[in-house]
């Protein structure tokens, strides 16, 4: 059993930024891929980025040069580093684990993620 718990969530302008944490706890020795999804009013759930056990990372389209992944593993924390935030990044984020490895070569492989968070909300606003 594992536990997610995102925070850092927030109202900023555009331009600005913030950083999301995605705390882990429980049964974490079969994790190999953890992802950054979110979803905004009416819209369905997309991927972000996501990072392997290796630490190798992919990113959407519409995120890459802005945003940056990056996970503690003595920490057990997922991060979230956002930059130059636009008011269409405005959206409920959520953090995802994995048991299957979801990066390889640069590219998205997989996007079977077994647990989630509950989310926590990011609003920009022009």
């Known amino acids: 059993q594992v536990q997610l718990v995102e925070s850092g969530g927030g109202s900023v302008q555009a331009g600005g930024s913030l950083r999301l944490s995605c705390s882990v706890s429980g049964d974490t020795s079969r994790n190999y891929c953890m992802a950054w999804y979110r979803q905004a009013p009416g819209e369905e759930s997309v991927g972000v980025a996501a990072i392997n056990s290796e630490g190798s990372a992919v990113y959407t389209d519409f995120v890459t040069g802005r945003f940056t992944i990056s996970e503690d593993n003595a920490e057990n924390t997922l991060y979230l580093q956002m930059n130059n935030l636009k008011p269409e990044d405005t959206a409920m984020y959520y953090c995802?684990?994995?048991?299957?490895?979801?990066?390889?070569?640069?590219?998205?492989?997989?996007?079977?993620?077994?647990?989630w968070g509950q989310g926590t909300q990011v609003t920009v606003s022009s």
């Open positions: 995802g684990l994995s048991h299957v490895a979801c990066v390889e070569d640069g590219i998205w492989t997989s996007y079977e993620f077994s647990d």
